[in-house]
């Protein structure tokens, strides 16, 4: 009998990555289940390159260690990877290949290849077909990247800050994308991004990383319950102590009034305060800074 353990898609064990004396990572332990969309987190030099380097196999943990499908990622990578689309930050690809031929290429060198479900996805995306791909723009180089990584149907999708660069428009074709194989296929998804407001309808778990450690692994229902946004006018004359009992995550007053988000207990008895739905990004913002949280 193959036990929980041995079939979560992905298990990372007190991760830790270090480069001469700068620690990366430090003991990040997380699991993500089966059909599950993580979003990975963070601000810039957070860590998560790193992380997911380790995750795909591309670099061996200083500490710790990385499972796929039960196995060690670094020793097993070569029987795991046929299990795992990926699509990378900066999608690269022979720059003098069209989409056409990367299709036919990449088709071949799969077991598996859903060139049907391929073929649809460039047509949907509007992808000129016989353009070689450098001269493809940003956002068309991205889609690309998807529907090739799509295209052998795994298990495991890998997209690290796929929508980076994109305008609007893009991102969304993205993540409908990526809403109709959830539901088709039920395909597990780890994802990194800055497109904080766009994973939000997306994600189940979030982990945050920040300088290193992981200081937030919890669904995105559980995060947004146990946190809330409360905000007051000037006349309310509400003051710190009047918060303490709530404890405050983060708060600040000025002439318009002020605003705080509260980590227990439920602050709508308290009068003058007004209890607010709060976002993935404000929730974000709150815990790491303020600084480079949107593309």
């Not at 963070?42 to 200083?62: D, W």
């Not at 699509?87 to 049907?116: H, I, N």
């Not at 003051?239 to 318009?256: E, I, K, M, N, Q």
Request: aromatic share 6%; hydrophobic share 40%.
């Amino acid at each position: 009998m193959i036990s929980q353990v041995e079939t979560l898609p992905v298990a990372c064990r007190q991760v830790g990555v270090r480069y001469g004396r700068t620690q990366a990572v430090e003991e990040a332990t997380f699991q993500v289940e089966p059909g599950q969309v993580y979003a990975l987190l963070g601000r810039n030099g957070s860590g998560k390159t790193s992380l997911v380097r380790c995750l795909l196999g591309h670099q061996k943990p200083t500490a710790g260690r990385v499972e796929l499908y039960g196995q060690d990622v670094w020793s097993a990578r070569q029987a795991l990877m046929h299990r795992v689309g990926v699509v990378a930050e900066e999608p690269d690809a022979p720059p003098l290949m069209t989409a056409r031929q990367l299709v036919r290429f990449c088709g071949g060198l799969y077991p598996s290849w859903d060139q049907a479900g391929v073929d649809e996805r460039l047509d949907r995306f509007r992808i000129p077909l016989d353009l070689p791909f450098g001269r493809l723009s940003r956002g068309q180089k991205g889609q690309v990247a998807l529907a090739l990584a799509l295209g052998p149907e795994p298990d495991l999708l890998v997209l690290d800050d796929p929508t980076l660069g994109l305008d609007a428009v893009a991102r969304r074709e993205v993540y409908d994308e990526l809403l109709g194989e959830l539901a088709e296929r039920g395909t597990t998804v780890f994802i990194t991004t800055h497109d904080l407001a766009g994973i939000e309808g997306l994600a189940d778990r979030i982990g945050i990383l920040h300088q290193g450690r992981l200081l937030v692994d919890a669904s995105l229902e559980d995060l947004k319950a146990r946190h809330r946004k409360v905000s007051w006018a000037p006349s309310q004359a509400v003051a710190p102590t009047d918060l303490a009992p709530f404890a405050p995550l983060w708060s600040r007053t000025g002439s318009l009034g002020g605003e705080a988000i509260l980590t227990q207990g439920d602050p709508s008895q308290l009068p003058g305060l007004q209890v607010h739905p709060l976002s993935l990004e404000e929730l974000f913002v709150a815990l790491v800074g303020e600084a480079e949280v949107a593309s």
